[in-house]
């Protein structure tokens, strides 16, 4: 059964971010109805209860953590993450 997701992330500067998101979760999960946000920092999902920490995990990995979920010299790291895919977004 499908569900929909709503997940507040930290770091969505622009649309090659958007563009690497959208790559990036398609790449792991089956969803559909993915919605990026970057007012509100959120992506929107809709996908098997099973998918949404594969999504989560991508976004992290990506350097787009769950809001409050790092802080510090990770919260760094996945900054410096977020600019490495935000340039490969705006490539493709």
Same mark, same amino acid.
């Given at each position: 059964? $499908?569900?929909?997701?709503? /997940? #507040?992330?930290?770091? !969505?500067?622009?649309? =090659?971010?958007?563009?690497? !998101?959208?790559?990036?979760?398609?790449?792991?999960? #089956?969803? $559909? *109805?993915?919605?990026?946000?970057? #007012?509100?920092? @959120?992506?929107?999902?809709?996908? #098997?209860?099973? !998918?949404?920490?594969?999504?989560?995990?991508? @976004?992290? *990995?990506?350097?787009?953590?769950?809001?409050? $979920? /790092?802080? =510090?010299? *990770?919260? +760094?790291?996945?900054?410096?993450?977020?600019?490495?895919?935000? *340039? !490969? +977004?705006?490539? $493709?």
């Amino acid at each position: 059964m $499908s569900h929909t997701f709503q /997940v #507040e992330v930290e770091n !969505i500067k622009c649309g =090659g971010c958007e563009n690497s !998101i959208v790559k990036g979760i398609h790449s792991v999960a #089956e969803v $559909s *109805a993915l919605v990026i946000d970057r #007012e509100k920092q @959120l992506v929107s999902f809709t996908g #098997e209860e099973s !998918i949404k920490q594969t999504v989560i995990d991508k @976004l992290r *990995a990506m350097g787009y953590p769950e809001k409050g $979920s /790092v802080s =510090g010299l *990770a919260a +760094g790291l996945t900054n410096a993450k977020s600019f490495v895919s935000c *340039a !490969i +977004g705006r490539m $493709s």
